[in-house]
């Protein structure tokens, strides 16, 4: 079976940095993304790791461990609109990306 | 188009009826996918097609569930008979490759009452 773990709930303050991590145990691997879906909304992609590493991208970075099946995503300078759910999500050999449950990150003046 | 439309937007039925989902994809996308977001939830995978391959049916929940995809063009997701479990939101994606990210239309939020 598939299976991603997130933290479900997290409080961060306006201008600092949160770091939010991601667990998995899926029967194939092909990549992990992740993506912000704001309350009401589509999920949109934030960013896509396939090989260990940091990758950066603006405010934002996610880095990846195959070894150990494990990946965060980094919001540096965190703003009011960075309140959403951050879903961690992980393409398999079947074509198809699992999801984990998301957290919701509220970010508090 | 410019981004994957769904409709309708919101869908209220009576239980016991049929519905239709429909997803229209980004022009030029291969990969379509249906996922199931239920209150407060994670996204389920329903149903991927790509391309003329036959889709990958594993996330359908139950028979009642089945989904259309005619070459690259628009897909529809039918639930018939519904149940109240089956209120949800559904979203659908559409991807250029396999690998590439997805991209979201706004979903279809289904009320069955």
């Known amino acids: 079976g598939q299976n991603i773990d997130q933290p479900t709930e997290m409080t961060a303050t306006e201008g600092a940095i949160v770091q939010i991590n991601c667990t998995y145990q899926t029967s194939g691997f092909n990549g992990l993304f992740w993506y912000q879906q704001h309350a009401g909304e589509a999920p949109t992609f934030l960013s896509y790791?396939?090989?260990?590493g940091l990758e950066e991208k603006g405010r934002f970075s996610s880095f990846l461990s195959r070894s150990k099946g494990y990946s965060y995503l980094l919001l540096k300078e965190l703003q009011m609109k960075d309140s959403a759910s951050y879903l961690c999500a992980v393409q398999t050999g079947a074509n198809n990306l699992f999801f984990g449950t998301g957290t919701r990150l509220t970010v508090i003046p | 188009g410019a981004g994957v439309s769904q409709s309708p937007s919101n869908k209220v039925t009576e239980k016991g009826k049929d519905v239709e989902l429909r997803c229209d994809p980004i022009s030029g996308h291969t990969a379509l996918y249906w996922y199931r977001q239920r209150l407060g939830q994670g996204l389920e995978f329903l149903i991927y097609?790509?391309?003329?391959?036959?889709?990958?049916k594993s996330g359908l929940p139950s028979d009642r569930f089945s989904a259309e995809r005619t070459g690259e063009s628009v897909s529809t997701l039918t639930i018939q008979r519904t149940q109240q479990e089956d209120s949800a939101v559904y979203l659908c994606?559409?991807?250029?490759?396999?690998?590439?990210?997805?991209?979201f239309g706004s979903g279809t939020r289904l009320t069955v009452v």
């Open positions: 097609f790509q391309g003329n391959s036959a889709p990958d």
């Open positions: 994606a559409s991807s250029l490759r396999r690998n590439g990210d997805y991209t």
């Open positions: 790791n396939v090989l260990d």
